[in-house]
């Protein structure tokens, strides 16, 4: 089977010109060259991929340097692996391998690897899906390699993977299975499904690993129909390796429900605005746990200082913050003040675990009152006879709340705050001499 028109159809023209120009250099220099992997199999489903991936019969670091070199890019090469990274201007990077075959001392671990034939570098790949390639020399360029069945299996809508150690080998694969099944709503195939529950049985991730673990939550977490996904996990034992704790009962199912709406309701509101969706279901998933407990996890999974503490504040105050945001009478300030400096990631979090008025008032924040500025900043202060210091900020946070409030319309009613504000200081000054 011949792609070229497919790849023609998908990949502008200047892609096409770079493509071409790799099957070019490779045949000058006697070697085989394939773009593989997840481009190949979005070739297929008509998706848009412009992670271009090439593997080289031969020495792959080498082409990439001449690649390099005759197209005025720049190359970042790993020598262990065999790989390097081709940068352009104006064009998508491109990744160059060296078809190899690779040995795991032990799950998990970096893999020993030596040069090969491009069966063998296809076949250490996770799921047949993937381990297509597509040949770029001039003379067969377009033509597909599929030597496992991957195209088959898109059109069965499986994922499969190649041999009977592949979760032993490279144990994140057991997440990767389940963010391919619900992105394109495919089923994990039977075999396939009882190799992943015999590895959970069997594989322990170290520090070394976890860092990896984490990317391919954070993957599956970014993915549309999340709340699939983490069923998913639950039903292949998965969860356990975020916390043995975490269980997927049906309050969490239900809540899981809730924050897929507000984050999608968020993402339509706000498009141009960019948020960490993975961040919000990681500490939803926390939320069963203690402190203590969710303070160890978020640490493990390296999470950043700042996450960490963000995340552990709210499960402290969560409850009281809603409580307070439910009250019957409450100034658009309070409700400001119960909300400001929070993430949207926490923020959708809270909305999530809302009902009625605290739901609401959340909403009035991430529409209304977050966006509230004051017209005059602290040169404003100076000009009007304040000296810079932390005073300025008292005064710009109270009138920012009374702004909130409505009390301060224009520009000239925050001057005459800072006037009345200034003759109070005045008097009081007088009274105290």
Excluded at 26 to 47: P, S
Excluded at 141 to 153: H, K, M, P, Q, T
């Amino acid at each position: 089977m011949n792609l070229l028109s497919e790849i023609e159809r998908v990949f502008p023209p200047r892609v096409i010109s770079l493509l071409r120009r790799i099957g070019e250099i490779a045949e000058d220099r006697g070697q085989n060259v394939y773009l593989v992997g997840g481009v190949v199999r979005d070739i297929f489903l008509g998706v848009k991929n412009l992670d271009i991936d090439i593997s080289i019969e031969g020495e792959g670091i080498e082409f990439a340097r001449e690649l390099a070199r005759q197209l005025t890019g720049w190359v970042k090469a790993e020598t262990r692996f065999g790989t390097a990274i081709v940068t352009f201007r104006g064009l998508p990077k491109v990744d160059v391998a060296t078809c190899r075959r690779e040995y795991y001392h032990s799950p998990g671990a970096l893999p020993e690897v030596i040069s090969s034939s491009i069966k063998n570098d296809l076949y250490r790949r996770d799921f047949t899906i993937n381990a297509m390639a597509v040949k770029l020399n001039p003379a067969r360029i377009g033509e597909l390699v599929d030597f496992f069945g991957g195209r088959s299996d898109l059109k069965k809508g499986v994922v499969r993977s190649l041999h009977n150690r592949s979760f032993l080998d490279d144990p994140t694969r057991i997440f990767r299975a389940v963010r391919f099944a619900v992105r394109y709503n495919f089923c994990i195939e039977t075999d396939t499904e009882s190799l992943i529950k015999e590895a959970t049985g069997r594989v322990i991730f170290d520090e070394i690993t976890i860092e990896r673990v984490r990317d391919e939550l954070v993957h599956i977490f970014n993915e549309e129909s999340v709340q699939q996904a983490i069923k998913k996990m639950a039903e292949l034992h998965e969860l356990k390796f975020i916390h043995p704790g975490i269980k997927l009962n049906p309050e969490t199912e239900t809540f899981l429900g809730e924050l897929e709406e507000v984050i999608s309701w968020f993402q339509s509101s706000f498009p141009g605005e960019k948020i960490k969706k993975w961040l919000s279901y990681f500490i939803a998933l926390l939320d069963e746990l203690t402190i203590d407990e969710a303070k160890i996890t978020l640490k493990r999974f390296h999470f950043s200082e700042k996450q960490t503490k963000e995340a552990v504040r709210m499960k402290k105050s969560a409850s009281g913050r809603l409580a307070a945001l439910g009250r019957k009478e409450s100034k658009p300030s309070e409700i400001y003040r119960q909300l400001r400096g929070l993430s949207v990631e926490l923020l959708l979090f809270l909305m999530a675990k809302a009902r009625g008025t605290a739901r609401q008032r959340i909403l009035l924040y991430l529409t209304k009152l977050r966006h509230v500025r004051l017209t005059i900043s602290g040169e404003d202060l100076r000009k009007a006879g304040l000296s810079p210091g932390p005073e300025f900020a008292t005064i710009l946070n109270n009138m920012l709340l009374t702004k909130l409030d409505g009390c301060l319309e224009t520009r000239e009613d925050e001057l005459i705050y800072v006037n009345s504000y200034l003759k109070e200081q005045r008097l009081k000054l007088s009274k105290l001499v």
